[in-house]
């Protein structure tokens, strides 16, 4: 890092109330980060979880093909987005101890938004899919598009416009 990126770093941290060298800023953001993926793997998995009950039940004999594959694909996407959100974990664990926090920081949070993807993913092919059992109802596509915008905006949309509108330049 050149010494004119690093002073314009320093004074963002003091401009901000925050003294931090980049190993201090890369602890607190891991910190941050794996409560973040705590609440999302919980989640993930729990679904998960039931996801692969389902194939036990003697309903899922009598599903049409459609909703078989709409179940596979819903139980592969569950699978990935564990892997993802469980992936900041084991990257930690292979990595501490080398001197890299920084970048594991923004591998872990790749892999989280990645997760958090196919968690998006998994959870709208999951309502689709009880959806269509439950009702066989032509509006279901329009409710599952309707909270396929729920989430997208709760998750990315405002995220992401607060970032820009409250980030100094």
Not at 17 to 38: F, K, M, P
Not at 121 to 148: D, E
Request: proline residues 4%; glycine residues 6%.
């Amino acid at each position: 890092m050149s010494s004119t990126t690093q002073q314009t770093d320093d004074i963002d941290d003091i401009a901000d109330g925050r003294e931090e060298t980049e190993n201090e800023r890369a602890d607190r953001q891991w910190s941050e980060l794996i409560q973040e993926v705590r609440v999302a793997q919980t989640g993930v998995q729990i679904m998960f979880g039931f996801l692969l009950t389902v194939v036990f039940t003697p309903r899922f004999t009598t599903l049409p093909d459609v909703d078989r594959t709409i179940y596979l694909v819903t139980v592969v996407l569950g699978a990935a987005a564990t892997g993802a959100l469980i992936g900041p974990v084991a990257f930690h664990r292979f990595v501490s101890g080398r001197r890299m926090k920084p970048r594991a920081v923004i591998w872990a949070s790749r892999l989280t938004v990645t997760g958090l993807c196919l968690l998006l993913a998994t959870l709208i092919s999951a309502l689709l899919l009880i959806m269509r059992v439950a009702t066989h109802n032509h509006v279901v596509p329009w409710i599952v598009a309707g909270v396929v915008a729920w989430y997208v905006l709760c998750w990315f949309v405002l995220p992401l416009w607060a970032g820009h509108r409250h980030t100094r330049t």
